[in-house]
């Protein structure tokens, strides 16, 4: 008797949670086009890609802080010296002071 009344209260409380469920249908009917519908289709689509070729290239810089900055970009780091078999980067052939 408990089982069957568990089963029941199970039941009971699903019910309000299954009449929120949205109907799909995940097996829609097909529905197939008539050849007008295609040659409407077609004249759209040839019509969309027209007016997608009359916009022009845009051309300009992609920087929109451009125009607010005062200083030109600065160039690229000068190359690092290169470094000696002590790790220092000085001149080979130079003498570093020494001190007494």
């Known amino acids: 008797m408990r089982v069957l009344s568990a089963v029941a209260v199970a039941v009971l409380l699903s019910a309000p949670a ?49 125009v607010v900055r005062s200083d030109p970009p600065k160039a690229a780091a000068h190359p690092a010296k290169p470094k000696t078999k002590t790790g220092s980067s000085a001149q080979p052939g130079s003498a570093a002071p020494r001190s007494q």
């Open 18 to 66: 299954y009449a929120q469920m949205p109907n799909v249908n995940l097996m829609p009917e097909v529905k197939t086009r008539t050849q007008e519908e295609k040659e409407q289709d077609a004249v759209r689509d040839k019509a969309y890609k027209d007016s997608l070729s009359k916009i022009p290239d845009a051309k300009g810089s992609s920087d929109p802080w451009g």
